[in-house]
């Protein structure tokens, strides 16, 4: 391969790492911010240690209601509704 090839190659390369870089600047952007909303979803049962379970219960009710996985499998990620796993958590909480 000639020099000019390798250079060709190269600059391709770079401006893929680029694009690739920029993608994940975006993906950091959003997790960032998905987890200052959960921090703040959770700051109220976090700072509150002697609440009864009823809070607790509520608190995961409410971020499953939000569309939020409380199960072991997902916490914390987004749901679009129907997870079983979480509704065996919230059955469990609840009894
Ligand atoms: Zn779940």
New binding site residues.
């Given amino acids: 391969m000639n020099l000019s090839k390798q250079l060709a190659t190269m600059q391709q390369t770079l401006s893929q790492l680029t694009e690739e870089f920029q993608q994940l600047q975006v993906y950091i952007a959003n997790l960032e911010a998905e987890n200052e909303w959960l921090r703040q979803q959770a700051a109220p049962a976090v700072q509150n240690n002697s609440q009864s379970e009823n809070d607790g219960l509520h608190t995961l009710q409410k971020l499953?209601d939000d569309g939020i996985?409380?199960?072991p499998?997902?916490?914390g990620?987004t749901?679009d509704g129907g997870?079983?796993?979480?509704?065996e958590?919230l059955s469990n909480v609840s009894n």
């Fill in positions: 499953y996985h409380v199960c499998a997902y916490f990620k749901h997870c079983l796993l979480c509704m958590v």
